[in-house]
């Protein structure tokens, strides 16, 4: 089964720390979750609406090198830290302005703490590929690579 690890090189290296940050196979478009953390490992923000806008803008860099956008988007996943309070306060804008109709499937989480204790929100997506999306990606060598 073939494999396309995508790791467009605005995020930090996921490799480095032994992971990818997407990978396509069987048809879909699979993305670890992205947090508020810019190509330098920086976090971004320390509210959540600055957050969640950091870890949408890493989840387009990810569509991007595929050839899709958010309207492609079949699921989100969205792990939020204390999600009674920053859920409608906060991420859902960010969320308004990200999306339009017909909206994904979007599934929230509430946590006690993600990888880092300053992380608030965490997105993770899948995306549904026909065989001509998977075709289309190009793969240069370093940052989209073929595994067979």
Known sequence: MERIHV????????RSIGYN???VTNGTFYMAGQV??????????DDIETQARTAYENVGILLDAIGKGFSDIAKVTT????P??????GYK???WETFDEPYPCHTVLGVHQLAHEEYLVEIEVEV???DDDVAAIEPDGDEIVRVS
């Open 21 to 23: 940050h997407g990978i």
């Open 128 to 130: 549904p590929l026909s």
């Open 7 to 14: 790791n467009p090189s605005e995020l930090k290296d996921a």
């Open 84 to 89: 009674h309070e920053r859920y409608y306060d």
């Open 36 to 45: 508020a953390m810019n190509s330098d490992g920086e976090i971004v923000g």
């Open 93 to 95: 804008e960010v969320y």
């Open 79 to 82: 792990h939020i830290v204390d």
